[in-house]
């Protein structure tokens, strides 16, 4: 059972987050989106799974210096145009993203993270 956590190093939730696992002694492989750029066709298959709203973070800085057209093929829901910004602005997706097998999870939330990772409290 293999399990990433993508992020950036140094976003305050992506430090909870790998805090939380190694309190619960949960191996995993950190991926900094910024240091290794994420393939395009996982970043389709992200956004098929999950969908825009989960995975593009409309509250961060990155977001706002977006232009309006560039928002406005997001909130459509094109699909190349959010692959491809997430690709050239990879601190647009909501971090951190959890990724075990085929399944994935958004943002950090300890009671989440546990159901999905399917832990006894």
Known sequence: MSLSVYGI???DTV????????????????HDVRVEPVASTTLSTWLQQLGADA??????????ELTSAQQQSV?????AAIVALLQQYPTLMKRPLLAQEDRYLTG??????????????
């Open 108 to 121: 950090f939330n300890s009671t989440a993270w546990q159901q999905f990772l399917e832990l006894t409290p």
């Open 15 to 30: 430090r909870k987050a790998r805090k939380w696992l190694e309190q619960h002694q949960i191996t995993y492989r950190f």
């Open 55 to 64: 995975l593009v973070n409309k509250r961060s800085t990155s977001w706002r």
């Open 75 to 79: 909130k459509q829901g094109d699909n």
């Open 9 to 11: 190093t140094n976003c």
